[in-house]
């Protein structure tokens, strides 16, 4: 059992930045692909960026050039580095753990294992 717990989420004006982190507990951290995921309200969740277990990166085009999510396994920790951000940026963040290969299918929601519980990210104009 992996138990993912997100971290930085808060208010930020547009253009402004912040650094999401997910700790994650349980077994080995390195073993994992991990992904962030958000949710808007009123929408359904979509898939942003993600890290393979060997430093693989993809990106939703939407944030491509202003988001970058990164990895430490020492500290079993993934990390979302978002920089100019916008209104539309506005959702719950939540990052996920994927035991399997690293594929094509890395962009959906039921190729990750394990969810934590999100943190909040509001942007105003």
């Known amino acids: 059992q992996l138990q993912l717990v997100e971290s930085g989420g808060g208010l930020v004006q547009a253009g402004g930045s912040l650094r999401l982190s997910c700790a994650a507990s349980?077994?080995?951290?390195?073993?994992?692909?991990m992904g962030w995921f958000r949710q808007a309200p009123g929408k359904e969740r979509e898939f942003v960026t993600a890290?393979?277990?060997?430093?693989?990166?993809n990106y939703a085009d939407s944030v491509k050039g202003r988001f970058t999510i990164s990895r430490d396994n020492a500290k079993n920790t993934v990390y979302l580095q978002m920089n100019s951000l916008k209104p539309e940026d506005t959702a719950v963040y939540y990052c996920?753990?994927?035991?399997?290969?690293?594929?094509?299918?890395?962009?959906?929601?039921?190729?990750?294992?394990?969810w934590g519980q999100g943190t909040q990210v509001t942007v105003s104009s």
């Open positions: 996920a753990a994927d035991l399997g290969s690293w594929g094509s299918n890395y962009y959906s929601q039921t190729t990750y294992d394990y």
């Open positions: 890290i393979s277990k060997w430093f693989s990166l």
């Open positions: 349980g077994r080995t951290f390195s073993t994992y692909n």
